[in-house]
Structure formats: C-alpha cells, structure tokens
C-alpha cells in the first residue's frame, strides 16, 4: 500500500491504509503520535470490512512540516481521501484528533457521513498567537523529549521509559496491543521534528475552527475520564 502521497500543493503526507474493499474510516491520531495509533485497530478493520486510514499531520514523521490549522489538516484529509478514491467516509479522531476530526465534518459535509470523538483534550484556551503558544510550550515538551531519548536505538529500553511516563491504565493497553518495536517505531517518528506536537497543542488550547452548530453529520463519543473535558470544551465555543 501507498505510504507516501503528494498533496496538492506539493507537500508530502505520511499515511498508512489496511486497504480493505470496504467503508471508509479516516483516523486523526492524538499528539505526540502518528499513523502507527491506527495500527493497533487493524485486526478489529479488517474483520468488520472497514478501509481504516491514518494520515500523519505536519511535522509528523515524513509529512512535511506546514503552518498548519485545523482547517488546513481536515483539506489534507479529504485530499488523501481523493487520491485514495475514497468518496465519503468517518472521521474518527483520538484526543488531540478530536479537534481535527470535528473540523473536517465541519468543513466537508458532503463527505463525512459520521464523526467519532474519542477522549478529548482539556477544556482550557491559552492566550497569544499560536507562535507565542508554540514557544511558551517548548521548553517543557524539550525537556519531555530529552527524558525519553527517542534516538536510543534500544527498542525496549525506549518503549519502557515510554510506557513508565504514561497513566498506569493507557500503559497497560497499549503494552498489550503493540509490542517494544511498535511503540518505539512509532516514538521516533513522533518526536523526529518537534513542530508537529508543538504546533498540534497550540492549535488545539485555542478557539477551534469550527464549532458543534456545524456538524450535520451523527456523533458518537467514547468517554473517559478526559470526555468531560471535551464537552466543557465545546460547551464554551463562542459559535455554540
């Protein structure tokens, strides 16, 4: 399957596709993360006949980095969309995608027949640009990324600081769905260029691109203890 595609403007997007013959479902992964959190729903896809695709967002792995919005992240999606010859599908979107996804249902009714919101972000808008956002943010994500150590090259030794540095109950899942490699393969590609996070938690601690009276499309959510935070969120919208 294709990995790599070019979007109109030239850029290049990182992606990845079961390539199943079946309903579409396009998946906006959480932060830092990448095409690779899809993965861990191949077989579940696959055994229901569903095209299960990730795109990887600017900054991210080999997706070129790119000023992005949300509203330029949901166009790249349905530019994939097209390049794949998908017409309509799902958008499913995990935490920090939670924002995008919304944004592309929003944007492109005529294509997202459902929109999926799984565990959304904290419901708190940070003040400035999203420039300023990104550099009050850095230092910490830096120092964040400096414990990891994502160029270690020991698979095992990266995935368990990784794991350690995660809510006890996310650390069991998805130890028991991804193994050492997995998870450290998609950690590099994660943290190999640091605007993807950087620009990805500046864009969504501030007013979204679109807001909850835009979505015609059914909405299924699958709380936690972080759904609280995204109806908060989306209760506080100036367009709601």
Do not use: K
């Amino acid at each position: 399957m294709r990995e790599v595609i070019t979007l109109p403007d030239g850029r290049t997007a990182q992606l990845w596709d079961n390539g199943v013959a079946g309903p579409a479902v396009l998946f906006f992964h959480g932060c830092p993360d990448t095409r690779h959190a899809a993965m861990t729903g191949a077989a579940a896809a696959e055994a229901l006949g569903v095209r299960l695709v990730a795109v990887n967002r600017p900054g991210y792995g080999r997706s070129d980095r790119h000023a992005s919005t949300q509203s330029s992240v949901a166009d790249d999606a349905v530019a994939v969309a097209d390049t794949l010859g998908i017409n309509t599908f799902a958008a499913l979107g995990m935490s920090v995608g939670t924002a995008y996804a919304l944004v592309c249902a929003a944007r492109h009714p005529d294509r997202v027949r459902a929109l999926g919101l799984v565990a959304g972000p904290d419901a708190r808008h940070e003040q400035g640009t999203v420039e300023e956002v990104v550099e009050r943010f850095r230092p910490e994500f830096e120092g964040w990324v400096a414990r990891i150590r994502p160029d270690d090259p020991d698979d095992d030794a990266l995935a368990e600081r990784f794991l350690a540095d995660l809510p006890p109950a996310d650390a069991a899942l998805l130890g028991a769905t991804r193994t050492a490699h997995q998870v450290a393969a998609s950690l590099r590609e994660a943290l190999a260029d640091h605007d993807g996070y950087l620009r990805d938690a500046a864009l969504t601690f501030r007013p979204w691109d679109a807001g909850p009276a835009d979505i015609r499309c059914p909405v299924h959510t699958w709380p936690d203890d972080r759904e609280r935070h995204l109806s908060a969120l989306l209760a506080g919208w100036p367009d709601t």
